[in-house]
């Protein structure tokens, strides 16, 4: 019984950093709700990893990680950019709001299709959370990037991060079933790009790293090559 449930114990680790999250978010806690929202991504690449490990998935485990990350890399990215937005008068304010709504539709359309289970259909709700959580971080490592984070741009981060998540583009998948070069090229080439960003970029480096995953997946579908 134990065995069974230790991936669901380590999803709700994810869930319990999303309610962290939600509640340094309301204190102006933010740097501390960004380093929440990468444990928890920790968390959902551990629990799925320690599934197939041990050979204990299971449908509740699958519903359980869903309703999980629509809290923390649905809710708390969207309430962060809402308490983050530069006018609190705007009604572009509540824009924000829209990513958790498509978090919520990208998550159960996931649930339910069969074809996402090498590859994915949209932006994952992680790279949406990390691409969003790095903000505060960037804001620490460069504060000159506040003068151009106007209401505009904080409207289509929102808007642009919302249609990744629904729209069908083929995303490849990080998951490694075999570890050789050829058929792992797209990954590896991926993995030490980003690696090396963030060596160069460090918290700059997060939302590019996001933004070189659709473009990589862009020209790999495009060009019709495996992946």
């Known amino acids: 019984m134990l065995k069974k449930n230790i991936p669901n114990f380590i999803t709700l680790g994810n ?5 962290l999250a939600i509640n340094f978010i309301f204190l102006n806690e933010f740097i501390v709700a960004s380093w929440l929202i990468a444990l928890a991504a920790l968390f959902d690449f551990a629990d799925g990893f320690v599934a197939r490990m041990l050979k204990v998935s299971s449908p509740m485990g699958k519903e359980l990680d869903s309703l999980a990350d629509l809290v923390t890399f649905g809710l708390v990215p969207a309430l962060m ?8 008068t705007s009604p572009l304010r509540y824009g924000m709001l ?4 498509c978090a919520a539709w990208r998550l ?3 649930n339910i299709d069969t ?6 259909l949209g932006l994952p709700t992680p790279a949406n959370a990390l691409f969003i959580g ?4 960037i804001m620490i490592q460069n504060p000159s990037i506040q003068s151009w984070l106007n209401p505009t741009v904080y409207l289509i981060i929102a808007v642009f991060l919302s249609i990744m998540m629904v729209v069908e583009l083929p995303l490849f ?3 490694f079933k075999q570890f050789g070069f050829a058929e792992n090229k797209v990954r590896y080439l991926f993995l030490f790009a980003s690696i090396l960003l963030l060596f160069l970029l460090k918290f700059i480096a997060l939302p590019l790293i996001v933004l070189m995953y659709i473009l990589i997946s862009l020209v790999v579908h495009l060009s019709q090559k495996p992946i």
């Open 134 to 137: 790095a903000f505060p971080l």
């Open 81 to 88: 950019l809402f308490s983050l937005f530069p006018d609190q």
């Open 108 to 110: 159960a359309k996931f």
């Open 15 to 19: 869930l319990l950093c999303g309610t």
């Open 98 to 101: 829209l990513i958790a709504l």
């Open 173 to 175: 998948s990080l998951k």
């Open 115 to 120: 074809r996402q289970s090498d590859a994915f």
